[in-house]
């Protein structure tokens, strides 16, 4: 299948200067979506994972996707501020400023391995806050899941030492 037609390109979205690959109609079609599966199913092996964590918010539905394939749960990585209970953030460099990153503390016990899911991987900023985050609440990254990745960006750099997959590259 050739994931590169379902994806559509929106000039100057959500700012001027910005193409936006837009993956929802990969979402719409269930051929699609079980091709997505079958792709990352042929690199990371359910023995080698535990949990998957989606990136707010499209991270989400990937993550979502994944663990129901595999058998497996998933968990959030979401803004700050949108989390309750105890909490463990971590605030990261992006184009024009700062974000933060949040997670709930306990949800990921000492030495479990996770497979962080995202829907792109562009500069890697968030990517790389991601991992840095899951680290620090005790996890262990198995790899990093994207269906679109802006290759002339680089990101890839900053995650480069995970086992990290892209359906799709620009
Ligand atoms: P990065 O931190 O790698 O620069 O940006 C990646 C994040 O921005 C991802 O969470 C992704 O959802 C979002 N993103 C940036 N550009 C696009 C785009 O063109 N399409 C989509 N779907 N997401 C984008």
């Known amino acids: 299948m050739n994931l590169k037609d379902k994806i559509v390109d929106y000039p100057n979205f959500p700012k001027k200067g910005i193409l936006f690959r837009d993956f929802s109609p990969i979402l719409k079609d269930p051929s699609a979506l079980s091709y997505v599966a079958d792709e990352f199913s042929k690199i990371f092996h359910t023995k080698d994972i535990d949990v998957f964590?989606?990136?707010?918010?499209r991270g989400f539905i990937l993550?979502?996707?994944l663990a129901s394939r595999y058998n497996k749960g998933m968990i959030m990585i979401r803004k700050a501020g949108k989390l309750p209970g105890k909490t463990s953030k971590l605030a990261y460099t992006i184009e024009y400023g700062k974000d933060t990153i949040e997670i709930q503390k306990d949800i990921i016990k000492e030495g479990e391995r996770v497979l962080i899911c995202d829907d792109l991987l562009a500069t890697g900023g968030t990517a790389k806050a991601s991992a840095k985050l899951i680290e620090k609440v005790g996890g262990?990254?198995?790899?990093?899941?994207?269906i679109i990745e802006l290759v002339d960006l680089n990101g890839i750099k900053g995650i480069s030492k995970y086992n990290c997959k892209s359906l799709v590259k620009y």
Do not use: H, P, Q, W
């Open 63 to 65: 993550a979502s996707i």
């Open 53 to 57: 964590a989606g990136i707010e918010s």
């Open 140 to 146: 262990n990254i198995v790899g990093f899941a994207f």
